[in-house]
């Protein structure tokens, strides 16, 4: 434990739960998600979004694409990152369980979060598939969860093919999702 987290105080998913505005938690830190995300950022989320729902067939149900949504990972750990594609049924009001895609759009105020703590944090929970988009530079980052550690499978593709479970794959057109 590092000096200051032995002095800094200790949240849980019980404070999180009564903040007011949009927060995520991670490791028992609070993280401000204001102000809220710029134009850009959210025009790139909206066609991740509808790319990912396009490319997922019948065969591949229950596959959802959710954006945000809370995943209380533990009791000091609750993050919504821009995107979610999820393979299993749930009921409550937020995931308990890792998804199977995440996504995380870069700016300048969450590169480094999304770069290092979410990176470490949803490799540690077994996300397989990690992306991260830069629409700054017009650029994808796709990472797969292998042997435990993510290893980049490419960048700036123009399409991916992505391996779901239950045998599901889906095609996804990263073409036009800058515009």
């Given at each position: 434990m590092?000096?200051?987290?032995?002095?800094?105080?200790?949240?849980?998913?019980?404070?999180y739960?009564?903040?007011?505005?949009?927060w995520e938690?991670?490791?028992?830190?609070?993280?401000a998600?204001?102000?809220?995300?710029?134009?850009?950022?959210?025009?790139v989320n909206g066609?991740l979004?509808?790319v990912?729902?396009n490319?997922?067939?019948?065969?591949c149900?229950?596959?959802?694409?959710?954006?945000?949504?809370?995943?209380?990972?533990?009791e000091?750990?609750?993050?919504?990152?821009?995107?979610?594609?999820?393979?299993?049924?749930f009921?409550?009001?937020?995931l308990?369980?890792?998804?199977?895609?995440?996504?995380?759009?870069?700016?300048?105020s969450?590169?480094?979060k999304?770069?290092?703590?979410?990176?470490?944090?949803?490799?540690?929970?077994?996300?397989?598939?990690?992306?991260?988009?830069d629409?700054?530079?017009?650029?994808?980052?796709?990472?797969?969860?292998?042997?435990?550690?993510?290893?980049?499978?490419?960048?700036?593709?123009?399409?991916?093919t992505f391996?779901l479970?239950?045998?599901?794959?889906?095609?996804?057109?990263?073409q036009?999702?800058?515009?």
């Amino acid at each position: 434990m590092s000096i200051a987290d032995k002095y800094r105080p200790q949240y849980t998913y019980t404070d999180y739960m009564q903040w007011k505005g949009e927060w995520e938690l991670i490791d028992g830190m609070p993280y401000a998600m204001s102000p809220s995300p710029v134009r850009q950022h959210q025009v790139v989320n909206g066609n991740l979004y509808i790319v990912f729902k396009n490319a997922i067939s019948p065969e591949c149900q229950p596959c959802s694409v959710f954006m945000p949504l809370d995943w209380k990972v533990s009791e000091k750990t609750v993050v919504q990152p821009d995107l979610m594609l999820v393979c299993k049924e749930f009921e409550t009001d937020f995931l308990e369980f890792a998804p199977t895609i995440v996504v995380e759009i870069l700016s300048p105020s969450t590169a480094l979060k999304d770069r290092n703590e979410k990176y470490e944090l949803y490799e540690q929970e077994g996300v397989r598939y990690y992306l991260i988009a830069d629409p700054k530079f017009k650029k994808i980052e796709i990472y797969e969860l292998v042997d435990g550690k993510y290893q980049p499978v490419s960048i700036n593709p123009q399409q991916f093919t992505f391996h779901l479970d239950g045998g599901c794959q889906i095609i996804v057109d990263f073409q036009g999702i800058w515009a």
